[in-house]
């Protein structure tokens, strides 16, 4: 017996022809395979996830809200909240566009009657809806609208004063 046929025999590496070669093509197909659905499951998250985010982070990206104790605070803090809301009026809730006039507006006033400075909402006018949304304001406003406040229009539930100013109204206020 030769010293060569005592030794077992050297494992292929899979480079040359033989049985041994499969092992390791098997391991390519299934790195490969593991690739691909990783891959593609990165991109369905994106698509699921990642791409509504950015798309809501751009059409809201000029949105701001902010949340007052009282109307004196907020307009103290904003020179955008209208000066005929109340010092008095408390759970100030204020948004607004950056990018133009659009604001809602919603407060507590001290009784259930418009401030002063609002004005009977002529029926023949036909009201603007909100272009903005706040989940703290009612949908379908525009069908409640008993004043105009200066540009908001407006309406009281029980103590709960609802206001907004549509952009349009402010381009043709701010003309003149």
């Known amino acids: 017996m030769s010293a060569q ?3 077992p025999a050297e494992p292929r590496t899979g480079t040359g022809p033989g049985p041994r070669a499969q092992p390791r093509t098997r391991s ?3 790195t490969v395979v ?3 659905v990783s891959v593609a499951v990165a991109l369905g998250f994106a698509g699921v996830v990642a791409v509504p985010a950015a798309k809501d982070w751009y059409q809201n990206r000029h949105d701001q809200a902010a949340s007052y104790s ?3 605070e907020a307009k103290a803090d904003r020179a955008s909240v209208p000066r005929w809301l109340p010092d008095g009026a408390k759970r100030v809730e204020y948004a607004m566009k950056t990018t133009g006039g659009d604001r809602l507006l919603k407060a507590t006033l001290p009784t259930p009657t418009l401030p002063a400075d609002c004005k009977p909402h002529q ?3 036909t009201p603007r809806p909100p272009a903005i949304k706040a989940t703290w304001f009612p ?3 525009e069908r409640h609208i008993s004043a105009r406040c200066d540009l908001y229009y407006a309406y009281m539930e029980g ?3 609802y206001a907004w100013q549509a952009h ?3 381009v043709a206020a701010n003309k003149a």
Do not use: E, F, H, Y
């Open 28 to 30: 390519r197909t299934r």
């Open 123 to 125: 029926p023949d006018a």
């Open 5 to 7: 046929s005592d030794r």
């Open 34 to 36: 593991i690739t691909v």
């Open 168 to 170: 349009d109204d402010w």
């Open 70 to 72: 009282s109307g004196k």
């Open 159 to 161: 103590n709960t004063l």
């Open 139 to 141: 949908k379908n406003a």
